[in-house]
């Protein structure tokens, strides 16, 4: 079986691997090149170059390209069934007599390019259209050796091992999202003693900067690079099918991942808002000025961005006299190296910094490139509303694609870095699952910390506390009406 090469292998610093084409003979029109780069092509054209033969197996460069973007024609179902009909019809398997050495030589290529479409979109593969096809057609292969017989086993049970973990992925997301609720506001009024705070679980803040990159990494890995595309798929022929593809939600990791980002910065309020006393919060703001900058070090950018975000939510900057007994001068740094001026300047430079670090890493703490997601998905959203998918000619833009396939591929690279810090259950679980504070009870535990400075503060403070006390009113009086109920059943 040919080998598959790691990601950072795939495109040079330029976009896409140079040498790409020139030892590759085009059998069939309707591609075009420059310095043997291809830049378009019909899509009828793009899919037979896809397919292997005898004498030719498609860079992985452009099978990682095509898969990623050509859903944004077709399904990826219709696109197997295409790469299915095209290897059946031009390579004979279904034929009892074609030629053994002929099988022997076609039937690992085509085994390879379903491999890698396995192993890098494997969520394709939810489709039950996708799935009968791809055993159709391994079946075929299968049929022949002993040897395809095991390798197709072999990819088989990966991908099914893929799917079932997906799957128990989404399940404990969901089972995350129903528990956790709004910490109540009451919380404010009982006592500080009994009131559990992320120092109590962990007063080492280089401790939670490596539990949080733990988060980090597991949610990225479960994001498809297919997700950063279908993203950005706007009213088409895939929104009106009713297949199970179409009912499935196609960036839900995605999505996951961005809920992540702003619940750890609205824990980050909650936890400084909390506080009765001004010294206790100060004494959390610079805790999390402290992890975030062991985020920094660590290479995890995205958990540093929701931290600063967290300490500068209005409830949270609002607090004058807490923020005057805290030692700004990490924070301000923090700040600066995240300085949205300049289109991220000084952010994308120091990313740069660790991507590099990480290629040539000795330890796996160096490897750790966790980049700033929104920040990444608006790169590639710009990038796709900047350029056509089609040129006038009705060809493909491929050139968008290699560009498109190196940032997608890029992050994947990323994403698959094992995590080398040891986990703590207890930290981990307190992260994902406390509950935080909504908008509104941050700023009502804002006003009840510091009291309003001005009409407007003075006014939506009001507002609040006759919203909070009719809704503790309403549940005291559902508690009343179910007492009332039980008494009488009794």
Not at 170 to 177: F, G, P, Y
Not at 199 to 211: G, H, K, R, S
Request: hydrophobic share 35%.
């Amino acid at each position: 079986m040919p080998q598959t090469p790691p990601f950072s292998a795939m495109f040079d610093s330029s976009g896409y691997n140079r040498n790409l084409y020139q030892s590759a003979e085009d059998s069939c029109g309707g591609l075009y090149y420059h310095d043997n780069n291809l830049l378009s092509g019909s899509l009828e054209a793009l899919i037979q170059h896809l397919v292997p033969n005898v004498d030719y197996y498609p860079d992985r460069t452009y099978i990682f390209t095509f898969l990623l973007s050509s859903r944004l024609f077709m399904h990826p179902y219709e696109l197997m069934a295409k790469v299915c009909h095209l290897c059946v019809e031009h390579q004979r398997l279904s034929d009892p007599d074609s030629d053994k050495n002929q099988m022997r030589k076609i039937a690992p290529k085509i085994l390879q390019l379903l491999t890698e479409w396995t192993e890098t979109f494997p969520y394709d593969f939810r489709d039950e259209r996708m799935m009968r096809n791809l055993k159709d057609l391994a079946h075929r292969i299968a049929s022949g050796e002993e040897t395809y017989r095991k390798n197709v086993q072999q990819m088989m049970q990966c991908l099914i091992r893929k799917l079932a973990a997906l799957s128990q992925y989404e399940e404990v997301l969901a089972k995350i999202s129903s528990t956790s609720t709004d910490r109540l506001t009451v919380l404010k009024t009982k006592p500080q003693s009994i009131q559990r705070d992320i120092i109590t679980v962990c007063n080492d803040p280089y401790t939670l900067a490596q539990q949080l990159t733990h988060i980090e990494l597991e949610r990225l890995n479960y994001i498809g690079p297919e997700e950063f595309v279908q993203a950005f798929v706007q009213k088409g022929p895939l929104d009106n099918d009713k297949s199970c593809y179409g009912e499935r939600k196609k960036t839900r990791n995605l999505e996951a991942y961005v809920e992540w980002f702003n619940r750890l910065s609205y824990l980050v309020a909650t936890e400084i808002c909390m506080p009765v006393k001004k010294k206790h919060r100060a004494r959390m703001i610079e805790y999390f000025i402290d992890v975030a900058r062991e985020c920094f070090n660590i290479g995890n950018f995205n958990s540093l961005m929701a931290i600063i975000s967290g300490m500068n939510m209005s409830p949270v900057s609002r607090l004058k006299k807490t923020w005057a007994k805290v030692k700004t001068a990490k924070f301000d740094i923090l700040e600066h190296q995240m300085d949205p001026s300049s289109n991220f300047y000084n952010y994308r430079t120091a990313l740069r910094g660790a991507a590099q670090r990480s290629l040539t890493a000795h330890s796996s703490r160096e490897k750790i490139v966790i980049p700033f997601f929104s920040l990444l998905i608006k790169d590639i959203y710009f990038l796709n509303e900047g350029c056509a998918n089609r040129l006038p000619n009705g060809h493909v833009n491929f050139e968008k694609f290699w560009e498109l396939a190196k940032q997608v591929s890029e992050f994947m690279t990323w994403k698959q870095v094992e995590c080398p810090f040891e986990r703590d259950r207890k930290i981990l679980q307190y992260l994902i699952t406390v509950p935080v504070f909504s908008e509104d009870a941050l700023y009502l535990a804002s006003y009840e910390s510091e009291g309003p400075e001005n009409h407007i503060e003075k006014d939506r403070w009001k507002s609040l506390r006759w919203v909070s006390f009719f809704s503790l009113l309403h549940k005291s009086e559902g508690n009343w009406l179910y007492l009332k109920k039980a008494t009488c059943v009794l």
